[in-house]
């Protein structure tokens, strides 16, 4: 079996030699000023490409001031995302708790003080 490639996009190929275009690398797909990805970390979604900074981050936008630091070999769960200091929420009381199984999504305000 032929060691993973850290340079390409997609690292998952089925026994069939198809390429599962739902994993993907995230070094290799993430194109964010913020954002900062070591080799071998990996998520999987069914969106486009383009988007995949967005899903994992939608409160970081280009001109916010805190940046994401993803290290190498970190596996991040479907439908994970991180909540940055930018998502311009009160801070007077405790954030609300979502269950694993809600299926709302936050709403990007994108918003950088």
């Known amino acids: ?10 690292p998952v ?3 069939d030699g198809r390429v599962s275009k739902t994993t993907m690398y995230l070094k ?20 486009k490409l383009e988007e995949t900074a ?9 001109g916010c001031r ?10 991040i769960a479907r439908g994970s995302y991180f909540i940055t200091s930018s998502a ?3 801070m007077a009381a405790s954030p609300p708790i979502h ?9 990007a305000t994108r918003t950088c003080r």
């Open 28 to 47: 290799n797909v993430i194109d964010h000023p913020r954002i900062e990805v070591g080799d071998y970390s990996y998520f999987t979604h069914y969106g």
């Open 88 to 90: 311009n929420h009160p």
């Open 13 to 15: 190929t089925h026994p």
């Open 99 to 107: 269950s694993a199984s809600s299926s709302r999504r936050p709403s």
């Open 66 to 75: 805190e940046r994401l630091v993803i290290g190498k070999f970190v596996q």
């Open 1 to 10: 079996m032929p060691l993973l490639d850290a340079n390409s996009a997609f």
């Open 54 to 62: 967005e899903i994992l981050a939608p409160y970081l936008g280009p």
